[in-house]
């Protein structure tokens, strides 16, 4: 399959790029690692009129600690991901979520930010954003700002990214020392997106749940926050009741739709489950 | 959209060869590999991304070369299947110990599978069979149900581990 014709731009900065972006408007994309973007241009179902490459701007790779954030520059693979001493060490829960991503080849190419900018309800990362309450920065020729992940998502690839703006970074406060956590995913094979996957990030103490975030992947037009699942943790022991309650809140809010992944009974009840065992590893997890 | 898109200009060193091209933007690194270079070890399975049949090493990387631009290569090291084995021709120990343990029937698969496991081995030299298991979870074999795979790379890798072999590598 061939790609539409395109004119290719490969900026050297971030000035450069979002120059380019907001001159060339509707008719421009941001390249990052392209494995969401160029098999829909195979398909010519995207047939952008100008690509603008942002793999050779020094700067937007690298994960660092900035204060009490961790920072992770958008063109960061989730390949380095895997490999990265600092989130194994601070924030293991993307670790554990990166390896589920796609395959090995792919993780060499994909990049953190095009999983959570491109606004695919399938994508893994922006739920595990959602459960970290993290901040994307982001770049337009008039200046810079920062929308949090929560506020980010608006329907399946709508997104608060305007035209002529790319998302350069997201940070996040390093997770509570000791915090427990775990990803959860069910997936038919090795590639494929969730049939629903959850996002569990929770601290013990004395017995009982001091704090707690959940998030929900693919059970929905947008990755979904269940605030309410959390509470139902927060004050009890994450006992089995407190489980029972918090997976029948994040099924509550899910609303998946019918695909060749089921109908949507199963995959909120599979929802249920994801639930259940990300709780379940998390405390195991927690000091 | 115009017909009088420009012509990039490209260059890449492929198996310690450097080539100079120019080419469309749009064209995909493996149609630049087996139509522009004539190497068509790395073969177009699914053409979508899953299969792992045009898997290259780019830059210390195994890529899907279905999947990105030739031009995202420009100025990058390329090694395919074509690059493995040694000028007079001695196999590559993974392609030895495809041979040697029946790790193929059809073949289609195998350039693709011993690319990413040449990089697999090159980031975890001793790797579990679990290991080689995930490593090689990007390439679909619909011939051999993985198992001789399996048993190839790990054969390679002991064969690349003991030191006689590293010495004549060296």
Redesign the interface.
């Known amino acids: 399959?061939?790609?539409?014709?395109?004119?290719?731009h490969?900026p050297a900065s971030v000035a450069e790029a979002v120059g380019l972006l907001s001159s060339l408007g509707e008719e421009a994309r941001p390249?990052a690692g392209?494995?969401s973007l160029?098999?829909m241009?195979?398909l010519r179902m995207a047939?952008p009129?100008h690509?603008v490459?942002l793999?050779r701007i020094p700067g937007l790779k690298g994960i660092r600690q900035d204060g009490n954030d961790l920072v992770i520059g958008a063109m960061t693979t989730q390949?380095e991901i895997i490999a990265s001493p600092l989130l194994g060490d601070k924030a293991p829960i993307l670790i554990e979520a990166a390896k589920v991503i796609?395959?090995?080849?792919?993780r060499?190419?994909g990049t953190i930010g095009g999983n959570v900018a491109n606004g695919d309800p399938g994508n893994d990362m922006p739920g595990l954003m959602l459960c970290l309450d993290a901040r994307y920065s982001l770049v337009g020729a008039g200046g810079s700002r920062q929308v949090a992940a929560r506020d980010f998502y608006e329907a399946a690839y709508f997104t608060k990214l305007e035209t002529g703006e790319i998302l350069t970074e997201l940070r996040f406060a390093v997770p509570a020392t000791g915090h427990g956590w775990a990803y959860e995913k069910l997936k038919r094979k090795?590639?494929d997106y969730a049939v629903a996957a959850a996002a569990v990030t929770l601290s013990m103490s004395a017995g009982k749940c001091t704090a707690a975030s959940i998030a929900l992947t693919n059970v929905g037009q947008t990755p979904l926050l269940a605030a309410d699942a959390a509470k139902a943790l927060i004050g009890s022991g994450a006992d089995a009741a407190a489980i029972d309650a918090a997976a029948g809140a994040a099924m509550a809010v899910a609303d998946p739709t019918t695909d060749t992944r089921g109908p949507v009974e199963y995959r909120r009840s599979v929802l249920g489950v994801m639930v259940r065992r990300a709780i379940d590893r998390a405390k195991a997890r927690a000091r | 959209?115009t017909?009088e898109?420009?012509k990039?200009k490209l260059s890449m060193t492929v198996n310690g060869r450097q080539y100079t091209a120019e080419i469309?933007?749009?064209m995909?690194l493996v149609?630049f590999l087996r139509e522009h270079l004539s190497l068509t070890g790395a073969h177009i399975g699914c053409?979508?991304?899953?299969c792992?049949a045009c898997?290259v090493d780019l830059d210390g990387?195994?890529?899907?070369s279905c999947?990105?631009?030739a031009?995202?290569a420009d100025g990058s090291q390329v090694t395919t299947i074509e690059g493995m084995a040694a000028p007079d021709g001695t196999l590559h120990a993974l392609q030895q110990a495809f041979h040697e343990h029946h790790g193929l029937q059809c073949g289609f698969c195998t350039p693709g599978m011993i690319m990413?496991a040449h990089r697999?081995l090159q980031e975890n030299p001793r790797p579990t069979d679990e290991e080689i298991r995930?490593?090689?979870?990007?390439n679909l074999c619909r011939c051999t149900g993985y198992q001789n795979i399996v048993k190839a790379i790990r054969a390679a890798a002991d064969m690349l581990a003991s030191p006689q072999r590293k010495e004549a590598a060296e």
Do not use: C
């Open positions: 399959m061939i790609p539409g014709r395109f004119t290719y490969r390249l392209g494995h160029i098999p241009m195979k047939q009129e690509l490459d793999g390949a796609a395959d090995p080849q792919v060499y190419a090795i590639g | 959209m017909n898109i420009a990039t469309e933007p749009r995909l149609h053409d979508t991304s899953h792992g898997t990387r195994s890529v899907k999947t990105i631009f031009v995202q990413r697999l995930w490593g090689i979870s990007g």
